[in-house]
């Protein structure tokens, strides 16, 4: 479990990163994030364009999460975020650092409850069925009550809200965010998401897989739910699975997706 003064330390260098790579993926942020608002008639509050450049769904008073979901990064700033900001603008001024986690996790729950609704299912329902989660009143209640925060840290290789960065974008958030979660949280299991997270873990993490495999690391479609072993930065397993949405999920397809990873998830049972 991240402990409260860990996981501030890490949301106020996300906040206002020191590091010159970290900082030019946040300037990059806040101007699309910018472009967005004002297109949408938001004022525009530098503290606003700040807290919405970035992502952390940590909250230390609640959560007590053993598995990791690993995603490339936060994605764009859409209008459908725009819906967690009225009429009362929860991250204008002085707000808490929870408040202000509190409209990330909301954005998060929209996406798996909304667009990725039939991933969502399907995953949550497999886990459950392996004892990793419960699901008593269902997975969308689960997602929508933040049990799903729980059980999950929802975490991004890059934390900006920026396209088409590259490998030493991804390496400087490792080395000076992501590398201090995994020690902070020692998960049980890391999940990471499509073709970007995967490599960017792989690359600074060396993962083996835990039984022989002809699968391609390379390849996602190929590597998704072979269950792997790092020792460094934390002993744990890393599942790599394809992504979530939609345009992979069903041209996968789904019950491939999902046969894949319950084998690993009966691999992990026997570890």
Not at 75 to 83: F, I, M, Y
Not at 149 to 176: I, N
Request: charged share 25%.
């Amino acid at each position: 479990m991240m402990d409260e003064t860990t996981a501030r330390k890490l949301l106020s260098e996300i906040d206002k990163p020191t590091e010159p790579t970290l900082q030019e993926l946040q300037e990059m942020a806040i101007g699309s994030v910018e472009t967005v608002l004002s297109d949408a008639g938001f004022p525009t509050r530098e503290e606003v364009n700040r807290r919405l450049s970035y992502t952390f769904y940590y909250d230390w008073e609640t959560d007590d999460p053993d598995i990791v979901l690993l995603v490339q990064d936060p994605g764009n700033l859409h209008e459908r975020h725009l819906s967690e900001l009225r009429p009362q603008n929860p991250l204008t001024g002085e707000c808490s650092a929870r408040d202000q986690i509190g409209v990330y996790r909301e954005f998060a729950k929209s996406w798996l409850t909304g667009r990725n609704a039939d991933f969502a299912e399907r995953f949550f329902e497999t886990l459950a069925r392996h004892d990793l989660i419960s699901l008593p009143n269902g997975w969308h209640q689960y997602v929508e009550s933040g049990q799903f925060y729980r059980d999950f840290y929802l975490g991004d290789v890059v934390k900006y809200r920026v396209d088409g960065f590259g490998v030493a974008a991804e390496r400087a958030s490792y080395q000076h965010l992501l590398k201090q979660e995994l020690r902070a949280l020692d998960p049980e299991l890391v999940i990471t998401f499509g073709g970007n997270a995967w490599p960017a873990l792989r690359r600074s993490t060396a993962p083996e897989p835990v039984v022989d495999t002809d699968a391609d690391p390379e390849s996602i479609m190929s590597i998704h739910g072979t269950l792997h072993r790092i020792s460094d930065p934390v002993d744990t397993h890393v599942l790599p699975l394809a992504h979530m949405s939609g345009q992979v999920w069903w041209r996968f397809p789904p019950d491939e997706y999902i046969s894949r990873l319950s084998k690993a998830l009966e691999l992990l049972e026997r570890q």
